[in-house]
């Protein structure tokens, strides 16, 4: 049994071979139906429980069309509606799920809760997203990257503004796959330090959002303001030299590619020129949610790597 709850998890060869697993797929399927499973259906007869303590509009389209296109069947529960949300314990809860699903998919807060359920499920746990890191979205990042012509070793991607939760996947996967991240985040919004340190030279922090863009193969933004944070006016003043504007992307290298996990707020962390321009790759790296998703379900079940 494999949990996905963090990159590190996989590690760098699985999660190449996830990758080229995924591309495969996606090639394979190109005007299909969205409905119509695999051609081989390798997860026929499984079932993949998803858990949803935040809002979702990707993950949960893309998990349940991940799990269908592979040939096995979702249930969709929201946490407020089960007895977790009147007290039952994660552990209750994974051992009770354990019986009835083949997978688990949760999206909380508290990454403990995550680490909780997999200590307590028989099953495989993927992490959907937790307030400490966001792991599918960083394997739909690297997809992309890959799909538009990229090599990973010796890539240079530059992170502006938050050093949040999306921003330590992307440094553990930088650690793992052999690329530099160089992140301008604001004083008082830096990242965990302890996150750079486990990059092992590939990740580092600035102040100067141009000197973070600078030959830069890849840029890379989030919103500003995630759900449920408090004091948004203030963080938002803090931010507002670290926006992704036309100027900022010409001092990347030429054609470099502009990435964003959405939801976007245009005219805050990015402007419109860019995140609908000619460089953004966001709604390919969107849709590759669910091709990256198929072969992380496929890895938690033995079939890759």
């Not at 996606?26 to 007869?45: S, Y």
């Not at 990257?145 to 939760?165: C, H, M, T």
């Not at 962390?269 to 860019?274: H, L, N």
Request: charged letters at 20%; proline letters at 4%.
């Amino acid at each position: 049994m494999r949990h996905f709850l963090s990159l590190s998890d996989a590690g760098g060869d699985a999660i190449a071979a996830m990758l080229a697993d995924a591309l495969e797929r996606k090639q394979a399927r190109a005007g299909w139906p969205k409905g119509r499973a695999d051609a081989d259906a390798p997860l026929a007869g499984r079932v993949l429980a998803m858990i949803f303590e935040k809002n979702s509009t990707r993950t949960r389209v893309s998990f349940d069309m991940a799990i269908r296109q592979l040939g096995g069947q979702s249930i969709v529960m929201e946490a407020g509606q089960m007895q977790l949300g009147r007290g039952e314990t994660v552990a209750d809860t994974a051992r009770v799920l354990s019986g009835y699903v083949d997978a688990i998919m949760i999206r909380t807060d508290d990454h403990a809760k995550l680490e909780e359920m997999a200590a307590h499920a028989s099953v495989p746990v993927i992490n959907g997203l937790t307030d400490e890191s966001h792991p599918c979205q960083i394997m739909a990042d690297l997809l992309t990257i890959v799909e538009s012509g990229r090599q990973l070793p010796g890539l240079k991607v530059a992170w502006l503004g938050d050093g949040n939760n999306v921003l330590a996947s992307i440094v553990e996967a930088a650690a793992l796959l052999h690329f530099d991240v160089v992140a301008a985040c604001p004083q008082g919004f830096q990242p965990e330090e302890e996150a750079i340190v486990r990059a092992s030279g590939r990740a580092r922090v600035v102040a100067d959002p141009r000197e973070a863009v600078a030959d830069a193969d890849v840029v890379v933004t989030d919103t500003w303001i995630s759900m449920g944070q408090a004091q948004a006016e203030t963080k938002l003043r803090a931010m507002m030299p670290y926006q992704v504007d036309a100027a900022l992307m010409a001092a990347a290298k030429p054609g470099a590619a502009f990435l964003h996990c959405l939801p976007a707020h245009r005219g805050e962390e990015v402007t419109p020129e860019v995140i609908d321009g000619p460089q953004s790759l966001i709604w390919q790296e969107a849709e590759n949610r669910l091709h990256a998703q198929k072969s992380v379900l496929r890895w938690c079940f033995g079939q890759i790597g």
